[in-house]
T-cell receptor, first 116, second 111 residues
Framework: GAGVSQTPSNKVTEKGKYVELRCDPI?????LYWYRQSLGQGPEFLIY????????DSGLPNDRFFAVRPEGSVSTLKIQRTERGDSAVYLC??????????????FGPGTRLLVL | GQQVMQIPQYQHVQEGEDFTTYCNSS?????IQWYKQRPGGHPVFLIQ???SGEVKKQKRLTFQFGEAKKNSSLHITATQTTDVGTYFC???????????WGAGTKLIIKP
């Protein structure tokens, strides 16, 4: 595709449930990032993939959050036992190579997660 | 951890007036990026500054990187309705792969 896509665009779930958010990066991009953005705030880094491996997962808030990228393309962010505080827009971004200096990151439209 | 402070949080302007947002860091930055996020949209890359004292222009937008590489600014001349949105700065974090983002400055055009 032409850009980064994310599904679903919106997700409403109940406290305690499990959710999966999907990101399809720009074809050929090695680097993939997940961010979380709360209202009125900048994106908060969650995890970075270089290919299939998570090169930096230091931004994941706790062990309820997990992400995979098994084939080095599509990535899934998984949240277990969701809490109301998990409600936010989850943004995915990709870049050609990753690493420093930081390349331009191309963002997807995000998934709006609402935990009731 | 490393932080990037961005001010102001909001700026209300009349169409045609200028707009400026500032980012400051307590540590020296290797580079800084600027993004624009339209209401309901996602961040879109505008520019990256790397050199001390660098100034870059994109039409009515002027981006500056401080001499000490600890601050940066974005100035928009003669704002238009298409400029509405939130402008974020972002800089390399302590780890190799993180971008640390400012909280953003929301540009609001007064009706």
């Amino acid at each position: 595709g032409a850009g980064v896509s994310q599904t679903p665009s919106n997700k409403v779930t109940e406290k305690g449930k499990y959710v999966e958010l999907r990101c399809d990066p720009i074809s050929g991009h090695t680097a993939l990032y997940w961010y979380r953005q709360s209202l009125g705030q900048g994106p908060e880094f969650l995890i970075y993939f270089q290919g299939t491996g998570a090169a930096d997962d230091s931004g994941l808030p706790n062990d309820r959050f997990f992400a995979v990228r098994p084939e080095g393309s599509v990535s899934t962010l998984k949240i277990q036992r969701t809490e109301r505080g998990d409600s936010a827009v989850y943004l995915c971004a990709s870049s050609p190579m990753g690493g420093k200096p930081q390349e331009t990151q191309y963002f997807g439209p995000g998934t709006r997660l609402l935990v009731l | 951890g490393q932080q990037v402070m961005q001010i102001p949080q909001y700026q209300h302007v009349q169409e045609g007036e200028d707009f400026t947002t500032y980012c400051n860091s307590s540590t020296t930055l290797s580079n800084i990026q600027w993004y624009k996020q339209r209401p309901g949209g996602h961040p879109v890359f505008l520019i990256q500054l790397v050199k001390s004292g660098e100034v870059k222009k994109q039409k009515r937008l002027t981006f500056q990187f401080g001499e000490a590489k600890k601050n940066s600014s974005l100035h928009i001349t003669a704002t238009q309705t298409t400029d509405v949105g939130t402008y974020f700065c972002a800089a390399d974090g302590d780890s190799n792969y993180q971008l640390i983002w400012g909280a953003g400055t929301k540009l609001i055009i007064k009706p």
